[in-house]
Antibody
Framework: QVQLVESGGGLVKPGGSLRLSCAAS????????MSWIRQAPGKGLEWISY????????NYADSVKGRFTISRDNAKNSLFLQMSSLRAEDTAVYYC?????????WGQGTLVTVSS | QSALTQPASVSGSPGQSITISCTGT?????????VSWYQQHPGKAPKLIIY???NRPSGVSNRFSGSKSGNTASLTISGLQAEDEADYYC??????????FGTGTKVTVL
């Protein structure tokens, strides 16, 4: 069965960096676009980035552009999100999900807290 | 990037039908048939319930249906059940090559 498992979240100080990982299994990872979505505490969903199957194209929400970098390793069935210059407003649960125009499988999420 | 507009809350009694609207622009909802809907129970990850305006993934109840008219998409839940109490989000492709979510709607079963 399809599984997406995020890891790497935690507490980080403002201005710090963090790298999130998403381990995929149960499907041919290299065949699918992948996305990162976040949800601040008590707030709605915010799509923040996607990457194409062969990493040829990526895109980002304005709120993270220039600070976050999405990448993938198809040989290791893994998706990554490198986050830098973190701000308090980046505090959220971060989900990886399969797809772009629709997201048919989601991970359980990993919590990132940015606080001094 | 501004979110799509949804009502903050919608309620109904068991067995009734409710409809949630999702309003965008001609650059997203009105311009593409790439509207999807997600259900999220508290503390859980979102679940896809409608894609490409009116298609249901395998395993999703046929009580959920989607439609679109102009710049507004809609999700209808018929035969409302207690388990349908959750937050619902629409999403659409946008011409700037991004995806955008709606503001979210809390559904309460009275």
């Amino acid at each position: 069965q399809v599984q997406l498992v995020e890891s790497g979240g935690g507490l980080v100080k403002p201005g710090g960096s963090l790298r999130l990982s998403c381990a995929a299994s149960g499907f041919t990872f290299s065949d699918y676009y992948m996305s990162w979505i976040r949800q601040a505490p008590g707030k709605g969903l915010e799509w923040i980035s996607y990457i194409t199957t062969n990493s040829s194209h990526t895109n980002y929400a304005d709120s993270v552009k220039g600070r976050f970098t999405i990448s993938r390793d198809n040989a290791k069935n893994s998706l990554f999100l490198q986050m830098s210059s973190l701000r308090a407003e980046d505090t959220a649960v971060y989900y990886c999900a399969r797809g772009l125009t629709w997201l048919d499988y989601w991970g359980q999420g990993t919590l990132v807290t940015v606080s001094s | 990037q501004s979110a799509l507009t949804q009502p903050a809350s919608v309620s109904g009694s068991p067995g009734q039908s409710i409809t949630i609207s999702c309003t965008g622009t001609s650059s997203d909802v009105g311009g593409y048939n790439y509207v999807s809907w997600y259900q999220q129970h508290p503390g859980k990850a979102p679940k896809l319930i409608i894609y490409d305006v009116n298609n249901r993934p395998s395993g999703v109840s046929n009580r959920f249906s989607g439609s679109k008219s102009g710049n507004t998409a809609s999700l209808t839940i018929s035969g409302l059940q207690a388990e349908d109490e959750a937050d619902y989000y629409c999403s659409s492709y946008r011409s700037s090559s991004l995806e955008v979510f709606g503001t979210g709607t809390k559904v309460t079963v009275l």
